[in-house]
């Protein structure tokens, strides 16, 4: 699915000055299902082969849909140059299983092989999907270094597996903060001004509202649990202990839209492009509301509702989302067209390799 940081660049032709521009999706459920049900159809003959193309397919499908001030945004992505980052992708997870297969030792080792490529891969694909994304004509492009990708992906994640966890938000701001910043749209940068502060605040928030039900589930479910397995009825227990299972494992679910919601707004509220601010609106209330309705669409259709759940997920993130221009955005858009053509593009031989996990 199109992750928002590929829409977040919009510049408009705002026929008034310093107009708030909301993001607009128009794509539908049964134009996503005809491309969906053709996509899978093909890749299963082909053995996944022609899931490359099925992602171009996909993904110019959504960018095309995705409008801000009247004009839509663009995908040049290369069928062939993700065919390659999908073969790599399933090397490394043949190569995972045949090393534990063989030892523990051998497996060890290429968890630390993959741990150590990985920061890498995740830079060549922020090129790749930068570079061929554009909107009127201009392109977006990512600067952000090898060595800077190594600190983001690797020594941060590192730094909270060692705290054991508790570094998690300072990783996720450092990795945002690197994504953001290095992005640009033709020859204007992004900035990012979340700080590591209010990265922890939603991440306390979400730990409060999860203690909050689990507390609650365990006094509405616990004593009713332990009066049971008390009278010894082992059938009785069981199931007792299966609903209180259950009980924890949904409310675990329902913390993803609330999560979800936090961060999406927490990041592109903190977003510019140059002078230029994002907002986002998200409630976590119509997040969930969406999720428990798609998963229900997806279970009672046998699978069949998935194009439509996509759609309805993807119209609300981005259609949350409005760009807040300083000033006249007629001049930004002739100045980055001219600075573009000027300087020209020069490294598209680099960047010709999408992950595509």
């Known amino acids: 699915m199109v992750e928002p940081s590929a829409f977040a660049a919009a510049v408009n032709d705002s026929p008034t000055p310093e107009a708030p521009q909301r993001f607009a999706f128009n794509g539908t459920g049964g134009e996503y299902f005809r491309i969906w049900i053709v996509n899978l159809l093909l890749s299963i003959v082909t053995l996944g082969i022609y899931s490359a193309w099925a992602k171009v397919r996909r993904t110019r499908y959504f960018y095309g849909s995705t409008n801000v001030a009247g004009a839509s945004f663009e995908y040049h992505g290369n069928a062939v140059a993700i065919l390659k980052g999908r073969i790599v992708a399933v090397a490394l997870i043949a190569l995972y299983n045949v090393a534990f297969s063989i030892s523990d030792l051998a497996g060890f080792l290429m968890v630390i092989a993959a741990m150590l490529v990985s920061p890498w891969l995740i830079w060549k694909s922020l090129q790749f999907k930068l570079f061929n994304t554009s909107y009127r004509g201009i392109r977006f492009g990512f600067r952000g270094s090898m060595k800077q990708s190594y600190i983001a992906y690797l020594l941060w994640p590192l730094v909270s597996l060692?705290?054991?966890?508790?570094?998690?938000?300072?990783?996720?701001?450092?990795?945002?903060?690197?994504?953001?910043?290095?992005?640009?749209?033709?020859?204007?940068?992004?900035?990012?001004?979340?700080?590591?502060?209010?990265?922890?605040?939603?991440?306390?928030?979400?730990?409060?509202?999860?203690?909050?039900?689990?507390?609650?589930?365990?006094?509405?479910?616990?004593?009713?649990?332990?009066?049971?397995?008390?009278?010894?009825?082992?059938?009785?227990?069981?199931?007792?202990?299966?609903?209180?299972?259950?009980?924890?494992?949904?409310?675990?679910?329902?913390?993803?839209?609330?999560?979800?919601?936090?961060?999406?707004?927490?990041?592109?509220?903190?977003?510019?492009?140059?002078?230029?601010?994002?907002?986002?609106?998200?409630?976590?209330?119509?997040?969930?509301?969406?999720?428990?309705?798609?998963?229900?669409?997806?279970?009672?259709?046998?699978?069949?509702?998935?194009?439509?759940?996509?759609?309805?997920?993807?119209?609300?993130?981005?259609?949350?989302?409005t760009l807040i221009p300083e000033d006249s955005l007629d001049h930004f858009i002739a100045a980055e067209q001219e600075q573009v053509s000027a300087t020209g593009e020069g490294m598209a031989d680099l960047l010709d390799f999408d992950l595509s996990l």
């Open 162 to 321: 060692i705290t054991l966890f508790l570094a998690a938000p300072l990783a996720h701001q450092r990795m945002k903060k690197f994504q953001h910043e290095e992005s640009r749209f033709g020859t204007t940068h992004f900035s990012f001004h979340g700080t590591v502060g209010r990265f922890y605040l939603a991440y306390l928030l979400v730990f409060v509202i999860w203690l909050i039900g689990v507390v609650a589930i365990s006094v509405t479910l616990g004593g009713a649990l332990f009066a049971t397995i008390a009278a010894e009825t082992s059938s009785a227990g069981q199931l007792a202990i299966l609903v209180f299972v259950m009980a924890l494992y949904l409310w675990m679910f329902l913390l993803f839209p609330i999560f979800a919601t936090l961060i999406q707004n927490l990041i592109w509220n903190n977003t510019q492009l140059g002078r230029h601010r994002f907002t986002s609106n998200m409630k976590w209330t119509r997040m969930t509301f969406i999720v428990i309705t798609n998963i229900i669409g997806v279970i009672c259709t046998l699978g069949l509702f998935l194009p439509f759940a996509t759609i309805r997920a993807m119209k609300y993130r981005i259609e949350s989302m």
